[in-house]
């Protein structure tokens, strides 16, 4: 029996589209405004001020849109998160060439990059713990929008606790109570609700990943980030 293909998603659509194809356009500019945070956090670890981090995210973003950020990667073969520090990093490099340029251009001295920025490795667990929430706030609001829909969005913010949660549960009897139902009931809406999270998760980091093989590890490599365990 033939399995089934992997429907392109996002990122599969931009590996696969040659040129400014229209529908690759809107798939790159859908998944950067997705993914503007962790970009931010990365610039931010670097530069270390929030205003600067952000201005030169919209430069970076503003290239890759046009085309100019992301040439020479081969995008067939890369996840997005990946794809994308690597095309920051070549965008900072740059920009720090070019004002060290200019200048030595003007008779003035420059401190090199190396000796302004945070440890690399330390700013890429920041960029990859960035990402990893973002994932995670984009699969929540999957999930809240499916809910709302099936006019469920009190019983999803009764039991949102136990998704995201905490250390302070509230007793499953209390939400019970409150949404009517036995606890029993209760229990079983939890479980679904879990399992409708993480097929949002899945479902959202599909979108990043160039084959459906790669999904599992990628959500592997999500949970060790937000456990702050090596992969």
């Not at 459906?212 to 937000?226: G, K, M, Q």
Request: glycine content about 6%; aromatic content about 6%; hydrophobic content about 45%.
């Amino acid at each position: 029996m033939n399995s089934v293909p992997f429907a392109p998603t996002r990122w599969t659509l931009v590996a696969q589209a040659q040129g400014q194809d229209p529908a690759a356009v809107a798939a790159l500019s859908e998944l950067c405004a997705a993914y503007y945070a962790p970009v931010v956090a990365f610039l931010r670890a670097r530069r270390g001020d929030e205003d600067s981090a952000r201005e030169l995210a919209h430069e970076f973003f503003a290239r890759v849109l046009a085309g100019g950020a992301l040439n020479g990667a081969n995008r067939a073969r890369g996840r997005f998160r990946s794809y994308l520090l690597g095309a920051v990093k070549h965008f900072l490099a740059d920009t720090h060439d070019r004002t060290v340029a200019e200048k030595r251009g003007s008779g003035v001295e420059h401190t090199s990059l190396d000796e302004a920025a945070h440890p690399p490795v330390e700013d890429e667990r920041v960029f990859d713990r960035q990402w990893a929430l973002t994932v995670i706030a984009r699969a929540l609001e999957t999930t809240e929008a499916e809910l709302r829909d099936a006019g469920k969005a009190v019983q999803f913010t009764v039991l949102k606790p136990w998704i995201v949660g905490g250390a302070d549960l509230p007793p499953q009897a209390a939400s019970a109570i409150q949404l009517g139902l036995s606890e029993g009931a209760v229990k079983v809406a939890i479980h679904r609700l879990r399992q409708r999270f993480r097929e949002a998760i899945k479902t959202e980091i599909a979108q990043t990943v160039p084959e459906s093989t790669d999904i599992d590890d990628e959500l592997r490599h999500l949970l060790a980030v937000l456990l702050n365990c090596p992969r």
